[in-house]
């Protein structure tokens, strides 16, 4: 079975970024989603609710804020609970996984080196393998600025 969500889209609100009672970090915060169509001229778009734990939580709060546009990789979680009248709710959300910048460095203003993707590390394992120690580190992107920055479809040359 497969349960994957990739999303993209603006941060309605400052993401909220709290610790439990040990001192695992948790945040919270919504995106905005566009759906590919328009009613009445108007823009449609999906709220959806979103959940990090652990550095990926702490990189969500450091370098995002309301407006930025985001990706995130995750699984959707259904979530019910009962009211003080008896009352059960539901709700959904997203279980990030990894998070990624939505728009160029240029495009957020600020003027700070930062990577463009944080994924969390991947627990090593503890076995003897023979696999070369190479092989987890990440891989190296070289100079970029040969490539042209596209801003617009409409700039796409074919």
């Not at 108007?42 to 990926?56: K, L, N, P």
Request: charged residues 25%; proline residues 4%.
């Amino acid at each position: 079975m497969l349960n994957k969500v990739i999303l993209m889209g603006r941060l309605v609100a400052d993401p909220e970024l709290r610790q439990t009672s040990n001192n695992v970090s948790v945040c919270r915060f919504r995106i905005a989603v566009n759906r590919p169509y328009s009613k009445d001229g108007e823009r449609v778009a999906d709220f959806i609710s979103i959940s990090a734990w652990r550095q990926t939580a702490e990189f969500v709060h450091r370098y995002f804020s309301k407006g930025k546009m985001i990706i995130v990789e995750g699984s959707l979680r259904n979530n019910d609970y009962t009211d003080n009248n008896g009352v059960k709710h539901y709700s959904m959300e997203v279980l990030a996984d990894s998070v990624s910048f939505g728009e160029s460095k240029s495009a957020m203003g600020s003027g700070i080196n930062i990577d463009e993707s944080f994924e969390p590390p991947v627990q090593q394992q503890t076995q003897n393998t023979q696999s070369s120690e190479n092989a987890s580190a990440p891989i190296q992107i070289g100079d970029l600025s040969d490539f042209e920055e596209i801003l617009s479809d409409g700039e796409i040359p074919f």
